[in-house]
């Protein structure tokens, strides 16, 4: 039998949530999973969720957020965008986050099939505005790839940067603890199976929570992934 040469569909796959876990004490609470999305049965499309103005009492508040998706195709080329957004939020009586943005951005070139079928990934456009801790404003290291300027942009999918690991999830940044307060972690952007370097995952903000407040939560939360379908060689 000769080999598949030719592809019969593109298989797109995007998930977010804006914001999703619990609160542990002094009461539990689940937070649920707040504007969860994803791509369905693989198809293109356009998804929008929005919510303003959510509070649990004055524990957990955000004045508005977002998530959207959108998988489109244009001559052969198969673009997945994912966001997670939200502004105005407070965690406890200690941390404010001005805005986090998680956004996750993927180009597949069909021309590449089957030798590729795997898209390209960046997580340009990704940032964390003002993370406060008593109302000091926290400096935090993101990635490069988080800041890329359109001119890095234009050539990582075109296939000129494979090989730049400032491209790639590598090293998580260190996370930020605060005794009485717990451990936020942030930034962390990593592939969902490393051996296969096609999945990533972009949780923007992480916190372990603890003392007098304790709560796990997760906000910005993407991820992004697509193949040409029959699977080739990558």
């Known amino acids: 039998m000769l080999p598949q040469t030719k592809m019969q569909k593109y298989l797109f796959k995007g998930h977010a949530a804006a914001l999703q876990g619990s609160i542990h004490k002094p009461y539990f609470q689940e937070l649920g999973d707040h504007l969860a999305i994803a791509t369905y049965a693989g198809s293109g499309g356009r998804t929008e969720c929005t919510n303003h103005d959510f509070a649990v009492g004055e524990d957990i508040s955000y004045k508005f957020a977002r998530t959207r998706i959108e998988a489109v195709t244009n001559d052969g080329i198969y673009q997945t965008t994912v966001v997670a957004h939200i502004e105005g939020l407070q965690?406890?009586?200690?941390?404010?986050?001005?805005?986090?943005i998680c956004r996750l951005h993927s180009v597949y070139d069909s021309r590449t099939y089957p030798k590729r079928c795997l898209?390209?990934?960046?997580?340009?456009?990704?940032?964390?505005r003002n993370l406060r801790i008593d109302g000091e404003i926290q400096k935090l290291h993101l990635p490069p790839a988080f800041d890329a300027d359109q001119r890095t942009h234009d050539a990582f999918f075109l296939g000129e940067r494979d090989e730049d690991e400032t491209l790639q999830p590598g090293p998580i940044p260190e996370p930020i603890y605060r005794q009485g307060l717990g451990t936020i972690f942030y930034a962390e952007w990593t592939w969902v199976h490393p051996q296969e370097?096609?999945?990533?995952r972009l949780t923007m903000l992480r916190l372990a929570l603890g003392s007098q407040f304790g709560a796990a939560i997760n906000v910005g939360i993407g991820g992004s992934d697509g193949t040409g379908w029959p699977p080739g060689l990558s």
Do not use: C, F, N, Y
Request: net charge positive.
């Open 119 to 128: 898209p390209r990934i960046l997580p340009a456009g990704s940032t964390i």
């Open 197 to 200: 370097r096609h999945q990533q």
């Open 91 to 100: 965690i406890g009586k200690r941390l404010t986050v001005d805005e986090v």
